[in-house]
T-cell receptor, first 117, second 109 residues
């Protein structure tokens, strides 16, 4: 089975440009999470969805960040405009529906390494 | 205050050594705890859950002390392949997880 798929794997962009990160969760998983990882702050939860509905976006740093999940198999995280301090690895993860055995385990995608110059 | 705090290390140990990692969590109502492993430039993956009574998986032993809000991971007979960053994780409300910043382990030949 395919795991969580993220694209692009690497993104280098200039400050002020729009960046869109994409994620396809594992089929049958109804939770989807977006994380950001930096050396200084570790892994931070940005937002998560359940059944395509945003549940908690309190981790989104500011209005420049937005996330959507138009259907069960696709989500995007957009940064507009991007800034150098947004440079990080962005992970998408998914998990099984609540109540199913092992639902707490989150399966991570390979990440998108974003560099904003 | 952070939800989960870990000693960042790094820990450099020889092959065959025993090494222990610790972390503390801030929410006394937390019910579920885990250790994830992250290899260099890779994604985190679940290593093991942590049960109240303590649990073992081969060379790995996880323990929980609710009174002290403290979680530990013990690795016996360290292998070169154990070199990674180990993330202490606490489940929050609903299904979200809080990750520690990780403890980096390097096993030296």
């Amino acid at each position: 089975d395919a795991g969580v798929i993220q694209s692009p794997r690497h993104e280098v962009t200039e400050m002020g440009q729009e960046v869109t990160l994409r994620c396809k969760p594992i089929s049958g998983h109804d939770y989807l999470f977006w994380y950001r990882q930096t050396m200084m702050r570790g892994l931070e939860l940005l937002i998560y969805f359940n059944n395509n509905v945003p549940i908690d976006d309190s981790g989104m740093p500011e209005d420049r960040f937005s996330a959507k999940m138009p259907n069960a198999s696709f989500s995007t995280l957009k940064i507009q405009p991007s800034e150098p301090r947004d440079s990080a690895v962005y992970f998408c993860a998914s998990s099984l529906p609540y109540g199913q055995g092992g639902f707490y385990e989150q399966y991570f995608g390979p990440g998108t390494r974003l560099t904003v110059t | 205050r952070k939800e989960v705090e870990q000693d960042p290390g790094p820990f450099n140990v020889p092959e065959g050594a025993t090494v222990a990692f610790n972390c503390t969590y801030s929410n006394s109502a937390s019910q579920s705890f885990f250790w994830y492993r992250q290899d260099c430039r890779k994604e985190p993956k679940l290593l093991m859950s942590v049960y109240s009574s303590g649990n073992e998986d081969g060379r790995f032993t996880a323990q929980l002390n609710r009174a002290s809000q403290y979680i530990s991971l013990l690795i016996r007979d360290s292998k070169l392949s154990d070199s990674a960053t180990y993330l202490c994780v606490v489940k929050g409300g609903w299904n979200n997880l809080f990750f520690g910043t990780g403890t980096r382990l390097t096993v030296i030949p």
